[in-house]
């Protein structure tokens, strides 16, 4: 059979049978370039299938890191032949911590470390910056070339492997190093790779603009991790969310906080969230649920009278919606004239929370600093807030005062819930409505 011939844009990865000036999809001029098709490569099928029974899974363990908060967050450890893709802004401490992970798994055997972006002389003085030891079972190697990298691999037995990052790696006559086309059959390669030899292999990915790891968005369905490290670069704290986990829970975090040594684990992270000594008005404290984790929050608000014809409504943290909808119904509700006022709300830390159980806590944030009264310290709100004006339940309250009482906290206002159990030194103060709420306030 003939062998036949495709053209592939190197902007977005649109084939076509016939060469193309203009990519109908991406409307990029000159992109196409000519690839072989992978049809005809086509041959009868080897495959078997086995019964559920004939699996065994008597010898799965998962690689511990010594890292726990990295451990808890994929699931209890790395589970073999993963791949995890692990995203962020430039200099945030995606490579400081896949060498502290290298590190640490090192001790079981071999890993290696491949760069495209640095030499290996930068990866030695950051390894000893973060006190990597000389004589571990760490190698590394200073290439983009991954056919090059996968060949020396057939006759090695790692125990992980690091690519550092997956935009410098690169495929002969697959277009250019970055271009989607690249970035597609370099993770795939990656991934056969991992599934064949049962080893773990991570990927770290650039960052674009808009906060995506740069790529299609079919990297992120190919691999079986996705983490996202969060955080400002000016502040010491970093937040590792896991997006996607197909062998634990998603939407999880963990903090760490960056310094001159590398990155250090924070066991309990509502110590760094909240001041509780040092509260003023518009500040409130809230309770939200990061995958199965609590944390205790601190609310900043700032209303100011505004001199222009609409009003600004900043956050930092929090959807911006979230702060337009509590404003809108603090106004039509309860009739609070915001509506000639800017209001800024901030959550301290830097994280970024999307649990609708912090609306209670915004809205009483907004209230103090519009009317300039100081919150009790020793008190959480918790609730989500609808357009009629009341507060609805959350989930697993439960665990929210359980932390509350191990917090020290006195007081819990929150909406009714028949189904909370009341804890000893920790009082329970249920409203059905936030004009309720914010009348005890005055």
């Known amino acids: 059979m003939k062998e036949k011939q495709i053209y592939v844009c190197s902007n977005c990865g649109y084939e076509s ?14 992109t ?13 099928s080897s495959v078997t299938f086995k019964s559920v ?18 451990d808890r967050l994929v699931g209890g450890g790395i589970v073999p032949g993963s791949v995890l893709l692990i995203g962020g802004d430039p200099g945030v401490g ?15 055997g071999e890993v290696f470390y491949i760069t495209g972006e ?4 930068q990866i030695l003085l950051r390894a000893l910056r973060i006190g990597v030891k000389k004589n571990s079972s760490l190698k590394v190697t200073s290439t ?11 006759s090695e037995k790692p125990v992980a492997i690091i690519v550092d990052s997956i935009q410098s790696m690169r495929l002969s006559n697959v277009g250019l190093p970055g271009s989607v086309v690249q970035l597609r059959d370099c993770t795939e390669a990656l991934v056969r790779y991992a599934k064949s030899t049962g080893i773990p292999i991570f990927i770290v990915g650039h960052i674009t603009k808009e906060g995506q790891i740069a790529g299609p968005k079919l ?53 760094i969230f909240i001041e509780r000594n040092n509260l003023s008005s518009g500040s409130c404290i809230t309770s939200a649920l990061e995958g199965t984790r609590n944390i205790f929050l601190e609310i900043q608000s700032l209303v100011s009278k505004t001199f222009f014809p609409s009003p600004r409504r900043l956050s930092k943290g929090i959807d911006i919606g979230r702060i337009v909808f509590i404003s809108a119904v603090l106004s039509r509700r309860l009739n609070i004239p915001l509506e000639s006022f800017d209001i800024y709300v901030n959550v301290v830390g830097g994280l970024n929370v999307k649990d609708p159980s912090i609306d209670l806590g915004i809205a009483v944030a907004v209230y103090s600093a519009f009317a300039d009264i100081k919150i009790d310290s020793d008190c959480i709100y918790i609730g989500e807030i609808g357009l009629d004006g009341r507060i609805r339940k959350v989930n697993n309250i439960e665990k929210r005062l359980m932390e509350a009482h191990k917090m020290g906290f006195k007081k819990v206002v929150m909406p009714y819930d028949k189904d909370a159990k009341k804890i000893k030194n920790l009082e329970l103060i249920q409203y059905s409505s936030l004009s309720d709420v914010l009348k005890e306030l005055t």
């Open 32 to 44: 196409a370039f000519e690839k072989k098709s992978d049809y005809n490569n086509l041959k009868s």
């Open 118 to 121: 640095e030499s290996e002389e």
């Open 144 to 154: 983009s070339d991954l056919e090059g990298v996968l060949a020396a691999l057939n």
């Open 94 to 108: 995606k490579s400081t911590l896949m060498l502290e992970i290298a590190e640490n798994l090192s001790r079981f």
């Open 17 to 30: 049978p016939k060469w193309f000036g203009k990519c109908p999809i991406c409307n990029e001029w000159n």
């Open 219 to 271: 990297l992120e369905h190919l691999v079986d991790v996705v983490l996202y490290f969060e955080g400002e670069i000016q502040t010491g704290y970093r937040i590792l969310r896991s997006i996607k986990n197909r062998f634990g829970p998603s939407n999880e975090i963990a903090i760490f906080e960056m310094r001159n040594d590398g990155l250090k684990e924070v066991k309990n992270p509502s110590e």
């Open 53 to 70: 029974e004939q699996i065994k899974i008597d010898e799965f363990r998962r690689l511990k890191t010594n890292i726990s908060e990295f």
